[in-house]
């Protein structure tokens, strides 16, 4: 067995030694092996006991009042009495396993081979069943790692679809900055700037429900449809009706996506816009110093077939200003086992009119997310910020 163990087989190849140890070795030849497989139990090994009996046998009503080896004679159950011992294999208090044997064979001396060979059968059991834990354990870290792998090969490939601000865009006389902080290896917020030609640019922030691989894997499809069809000429209602019609096909009504999106003409000064849902971004004037917020627009994509009414914003900037675009990450967080939405986060930082890269760095660290990645605990959810500021108009 511990040559069986060291050349690392298989469970079945280790449960097929130990029954061929006890089988034609011992001379015992009925053999129940079970297992507890996380919340459940495995029959491991049924070596010539009857299908009535394996059929017929609970773990949880028959076997698990036992925590030493005990003689089948005492069970409720009488199908136990086909075997003749029990033999808890117990871990930390709790019984892990457990090994029913039995002889059904003639023998000479008047004591039977489960008798003889208890002791030694109770240490093999142990010996056994660690060897199994030991290579599920190593299986499975083996799969995590794998896991781990697959998800930072995930997390890159991701990065590369959110622009990082020095691949923004750049206009005369507007500054844009952005920041981006999954909550896990892979989120489901997005943000994007698209130049649509010398004057004009298209942006979006968008935030998928719920978190993690299935969210990210919708976002992905998302900023698929979103460079694909957003074009100079589209309106932005129609393309809110296209998108959504995008989400409704890709998620099949299971989730649904908010989205702030607008266009900008830098000659005009002209903001048009959608709030699909979205939490309301923050504008401010510099000269004024009024806050705003952007809020004309509709319900979440995939959340309806058909979109009712799409309500499009505009404001005209004429003054030097701020516009900071957010998730919902951002002013949710979770005391006390509640979550609590304060905006004030941002308020505080954007009526300082400092620069808008400034005012969002102040703005997560005031969240306090690190340099390093490292978070506040009561931070529950992805965080994307996407800012500009209007210096010349």
Not at 299 to 305: A, E, Q, R
Not at 310 to 336: F, H, K, W
Request: glycine share 6%; net charge negative; aromatic share 8%.
């Amino acid at each position: 067995m511990a040559q069986a163990i060291s050349a690392e087989l298989k469970t079945e190849e280790l449960v097929d030694r130990f029954r061929s140890i006890l089988n034609d070795d011992l001379g015992i030849d009925r053999i129940l092996l079970y297992k507890k497989e996380e919340d459940r139990w495995e029959l491991l090994l049924n070596s010539n006991c009857p299908q009535k009996v394996v059929e017929g046998i609970s773990v949880e009503r028959d076997l698990m009042a036992f925590n030493e080896i005990t003689f089948v004679g005492v069970a409720e159950n009488p199908l136990l009495l086909e075997l003749d011992v029990i033999i808890p294999i117990v871990q930390n208090n709790a019984p892990v396993g457990y090994v029913l044997i039995g002889d059904t064979s003639e023998y000479e001396k008047g004591v039977s081979a489960t008798i003889r060979h208890l002791n030694f059968v109770q240490t093999l059991s142990i010996i056994i069943f660690v060897a199994i834990e030991n290579l599920r354990l190593f299986h499975k870290s083996l799969e995590q790692e794998a896991m781990r792998k697959e998800l930072e090969l995930a997390s890159k490939m991701q990065s590369m679809l959110i622009p990082t601000p020095e691949s923004m865009p750049h206009y005369p006389h507007i500054s844009i900055a952005s920041f981006y902080n999954p909550h896990f290896e892979v989120g489901g917020d997005y943000y994007d700037v698209i130049p649509l030609n010398d004057n004009e640019f298209g942006f979006c922030i968008a935030d998928v429900s719920g978190k993690g691989i299935s969210a990210a894997l919708l976002m992905s499809n998302f900023q698929a449809n979103l460079r694909a069809l957003f074009s100079l000429d589209i309106p932005l209602t129609r393309l809110v009706e296209k998108l959504n019609e995008r989400v409704m096909a890709t998620a099949n009504g299971e989730k649904f996506i908010t989205l702030f999106v607008g266009r900008y003409n830098v000659e005009k000064h002209l903001l048009e816009y959608v709030n699909a849902g979205h939490n309301p971004p923050f504008m401010i004037d510099k000269q004024s110093k009024i806050i705003s917020t952007l809020s004309n627009g509709c319900v979440g994509l995939g959340m309806l077939d058909c979109i009712p009414v799409i309500n499009q914003g505009a404001v005209t900037i004429d003054q030097p200003s701020l516009l900071v675009c957010y998730t919902d990450g951002l002013v949710e967080i979770m005391r006390n086992n509640k979550v609590e939405y304060n905006t004030q986060v941002i308020e505080q930082e954007i009526v300082k009119l400092e620069p808008i890269s400034t005012t969002i760095q102040r703005i997560a660290e005031s969240r306090g997310i690190k340099n390093d990645g490292s978070s506040n605990p009561e931070i529950f959810d992805d965080i994307s910020i996407l800012g500009f500021g209007f210096n010349c108009c």
